[in-house]
């Protein structure tokens, strides 16, 4: 075949449109998607990262302040008004802002914010006097353990270890001074402490001179071999208690810490079960507890 002889070939080439890519459309509704989804998570950040008084703000700003709940006139959205009453078309009248306002209301339960600031003070008391309990509790605790250890490293104190008691009552932290049997801590029918009584006076002094606590003292005796009370107990006790008094304010004690000294004879025994043992005897110092926080006045 000569060159002239070849033949000839047509090529045809089809446009196919709306096929490939589709278009693009796809990438405008995910764009649209994306940015839905980013600013979705930009308000929940910001939900999360302002505080209550912003979101308050923000909410009056959008409040809508003027708008009447009446139902005067024919209560739709074209309902008239007559002259001087709060109709669908009073624009912002001081009576409707004064009932509508965000800052006279309060969305929650829809007391007044007077009312909601009185719970918060309320719960700001007791928030506070629960840490002041706390800490009291501390302090007491921290109190108890320095009078153990004086009694350990003082060795004039050693051997009257079994003659104070320290616990803590709803009064507040007791420290309580006992006979024993054969170690008491007043002659017989003295009201004055002896040796061994004014060493252990004078450390709890120490300890006490620590704390600002007020400070009760009482005087206890024990019954009559019988379990009758003697007449005289009661002064006995007393005068126990006032010379105890004494000791303290000598060691170092404030006076103005002193918030009362009493004699209760034998009607507070130590041991009720048997009034007659010599632990009855004591005298009892308590560290009393500070008042709770009371919350604010919130009467008119």
Same mark, same amino acid.
């Given at each position: ?33 994306? *940015? /839905?989804?980013? /600013? ?5 950040? !910001? ?5 209550? =008084? @912003? ?14 709940? #009446? ?9 008239? #008004? ?33 009312? /909601?600031? +009185?719970?918060?003070? @309320? @719960? ?13 509790? /501390? ?6 353990? +320095?009078?153990?250890?004086? !009694? ?7 051997d009257l270890s079994k003659n104070i008691i ?54 206890? *005796? ?12 009661? #002064? !006995?006790?007393?005068?126990?208690? =006032? ?16 918030? @009362?000294? +009493?004699?209760?004879? +034998? ?16 005298? *009892?110092?308590?560290?009393?507890? =500070? ?6 006045? #919130?009467?008119?």
């Amino acid at each position: 075949m000569s060159v002239g002889d070849q033949p000839i070939l047509i090529k045809k080439v089809k446009k196919v449109s709306g096929g490939g890519h589709h278009g693009g459309a796809w990438k405008v509704a995910y764009a649209d998607f994306v *940015t /839905a989804m980013m /600013a979705f998570f930009l308000l929940m950040w !910001l939900i999360n990262t302002t505080s209550p =008084e @912003q979101k308050r703000g923000i909410a009056d700003y959008f409040a809508p302040a003027s708008v009447s709940e #009446t139902t005067s006139g024919s209560g739709g959205i074209l309902g008239g #008004t007559a002259l001087s009453d709060d109709g669908s078309k009073s624009a912002g009248t001081s009576s409707v802002i004064q009932e509508l306002a965000p800052d006279s209301k309060n969305p929650n339960d829809g007391q007044s914010r007077d009312g /909601a600031k +009185s719970a918060n003070g @309320q @719960q700001t008391a007791s928030d506070a006097g629960k840490k002041q309990q706390q800490q009291e509790q /501390a302090a007491f605790a921290s109190a108890a353990e +320095s009078i153990r250890q004086a !009694l350990q490293d003082m060795p004039e104190l050693a051997d009257l270890s079994k003659n104070i008691i320290v616990d803590q009552t709803p009064e507040g932290l007791r420290i309580q001074l006992v006979d024993q049997e054969g170690r008491s801590m007043f002659d017989t029918g003295s009201t004055k402490p002896n040796a061994r009584a004014v060493l252990l006076l004078r450390a709890v002094a120490k300890v006490i001179n620590q704390l600002p606590n007020r400070i009760s003292l009482y005087g206890h *005796t024990s019954a009559n071999p019988d379990g009758s009370r003697a007449p005289g107990d009661w #002064t !006995l006790s007393a005068g126990r208690a =006032e010379e105890s008094r004494k000791v303290l304010q000598a060691a170092g004690v404030d006076p103005d810490r002193i918030y @009362q000294v +009493s004699g209760k004879a +034998s009607s507070d025994p130590l041991y009720p079960d048997d009034p007659t043992l010599p632990g009855n005897r004591r005298i *009892t110092i308590v560290l009393m507890r =500070e008042a709770p926080v009371l919350p604010p006045d #919130t009467g008119l």
